[in-house]
């Protein structure tokens, strides 16, 4: 099979790659450039997409004796994810670019890419399984190692997608990983794991945030109220806020009872931040658009998990999909009942639906219902 | 894993970036690097040494057509480049402040480029890049009327001998005549065409000319920038002063007899080198168009490079191309700058006019003192499939068709 390994310069897709190639597979690797100025992405040895990490992919690249390019994605990762991130915030919802960056680019731009020039798959560095299921689709289940199972940020992938991609790490420890990476002589094997946001140099995403929509106009400075609408203070953008924070609001008066508040809402266009206790953050109902099935939809109420926040827990949920005529369709919607409560669920994150340990598919949350109606 | 992959024959296409070593001047070189001396020491060893060095210099001096006091080596083109670029400014201007315009082409390589835009940024130079053609061929009536509007505030006027992505020769002589009429210095680059075309420093009228060793068959690592004696140049680099108080550091001795050789046998072989390699370019070309009917040719089609061939190929991404070629044995260029291998349309291109689609859809093959029939064969052969394929990824990332 000829592979295209995404080699970021981190130790997973560095061992992925090799492991690859040990298998047999005629391998490619290459490091995908995401930004025209390399310098304003982050630096040091925790990103993806800087000069280091690209020379560290190359070195690695050598030792396994593979050849290696550097395929330029900026402009689409520019319009697809980063655009995209901060739409979202102005809209006063929570994005994964993570998950996008899955979606749009190294599953979408590159893997078309790479079909086109005759490869049969992409390679990547992530904590997934692949098998073949009874009914001869391709699944992903969740990854060996729970500590580091990638399967949410990967739940956007359709049937095609996993047809052409190989997680050779799914069924290793991160330490096992490392330990492999030193055994092969690949530098990385003691680079840092990355974190944050690729795009965001320094790690701060709300001064990234202000900077860039206070430029569009879309910073939505306004109220921070109670849910009797009471004004408790003002804040210079709504993109500061996000469904469930507690700290960072900064609120003069205490709340009546003593407890902490929390973000309950936000509404972009008015810069309404509504803040309250805990307790309304709880979350029983969520309705969620944009589905995307990585193998059969779902025909009746599905029992199942659902993961809503990237390494946040499961919880026991029925999901029904509001209309299966159509897996593309747009305005399709899912209805997702918790069965077990989930707290401070923020309109634009995923939910990722399980059965077991196999992904069923995703969707962008639109709306949560608080248990107490509000 | 660990056993390298089966050998396979290579095809290389890419002698602009670096030629393969003549093995005479590896040869020569070999023999001085066994040798101890400092060409500064006073000693026997001190004087073999130097003398290693100067016979070095004559013979550069001979085939190039200068004085053996007017060649200053150097680390190669780069270093070359910035000396003359910095140096002649600084030092014209430190005759008479006026002098604050460079003039140059916008299709310099980044060499020239670089320290040029640095003199503006930090040091107040006011510099112009000058058009080029559709040809990339200088467009000299700018050049006039740049001069011409104040020849007292000129600098200097840099312009490359051949413009390495394309290959088009530059009209050095008519820039002369323009500059020398007002005093003012030429500095030209002339990496890609020393031992490629006919050049004669004084004849040429130049001031300043650049050369380095790894484009002529010479080592890596070392260069000059031959440069007229009277003219004053401020070092950049300062040290022993050994290199006429221009340029610092310890004489490279091995590197510099093995660049002597090189220049020697390069100039002496020219015209024969170049009616063969132009003669299979030439074939080349019309083949791959013959292939591939919709690929354009770039640059001059007569006042070129003999060894250089450049194709845009519409619908195709020169990236994609560059690596389906490289994984059937042909190496070639994409002829664009690398920053952390991010490739960016190239500079040279889009001057000369081409869209920013057609800039990425180029390639450049370049031949030399190696190259044979078999390897424009292979290419043939292989550039069909190549197109194709890159025609599909290009049609999915949303480029032209062809």
Known sequence: MKVLAAMSGGVDSAVAAARVAEAGHDVTGIHLALSRNPQSYRSGARGCCTIEDSND??????????????????????????EDFLDEYAAGRTPNPCLRCNEKIKFAAVLDRALALGFDAVATGHYAQLRTGADGLVEMHRAEDMGKDQSYVLGVLTQRQLGHALFPLGDSAKSDVRREAERRGLAVAAKPDSHDICFISDGDTGGWLADRLADRELAHAGSIVDRDGEVLGEHDGSYRFTVGQRRGLRIGRPAPDGKPRYVLDIEPVSGTVTVGPREALAVEHLTAIRPVWCGTVPDRALE???????????HR?????????????????????????????????????????????????????????? | MTDAAPARRRTYLDHAATTPMFPEAVAAMSEQLLRVGNASSLHASGRDTRRVVEESRERIAGALGCRPGEVVFTSGGTESDNLAAKGLFWARRSDDARRTRILSTAVEHHAVLDPLHWLAERDGAAVELLPVDAECRLDIEALKQAIDRDPGSVALVSVMWANNEVGTLQPIAEVVELARAHGIPVHTDAVQAVGQVEVDFAASGTDALTLTGHKLGGP???????????????????????????????????????????????????????????????????????????????GDPVRRLPANAHLTFPGCEGDSLLMLLDARGVECSTGSACSAGVPQPSHVLLAMGCSDEDARSSLRFSLGHTSTQADVDALVEAIGPAVERAAEAGAVAGLGGR
């Open chain 1, 304 to 314: 199942c998990t659902v993961q809503l926040r990237a390494h946040g827990e499961e």
């Open chain 2, 220 to 298: 890596f690592g070392v260069g000059a920038l031959v440069v007229r004696r009277e003219l004053d140049v401020t070092a950049l680099q300062h040290g022993g002063g050994q290199e006429r108080d221009i340029r610092s550091g310890t004489i490279d001795a091995p590197a510099i007899v093995g660049l002597a050789t090189a220049v020697e046998l390069s100039v002496g072989r020219r015209a024969e080198y170049a009616a063969r390699v132009s003669a299979l370019r030439d074939d080349l070309v019309r083949r791959v168009r013959e292939v591939v009917p919709s690929a354009v040719s770039n």
């Open chain 1, 57 to 82: 992919a190359r070195r690695a690249a050598d030792v396994i004796g593979i050849p290696f390019y550097v395929w330029d994605l900026s402009e689409r990762f520019h319009a697809d994810v980063v």
């Open chain 1, 317 to 374: 949920a029925v999901v029904t999909v509001a209309s299966t005529a159509s897996t593309t369709a747009t305005d399709e919607k899912v209805e997702v009942r918790l069965l077990d409560r989930a707290t401070g669920i923020a309109p634009g994150q995923a939910v990722v639906v399980y059965d077991g340990t196999r992904v069923v598919g995703s969707a962008t949350i639109a709306s949560a219902d608080t248990g107490t109606g509000a």
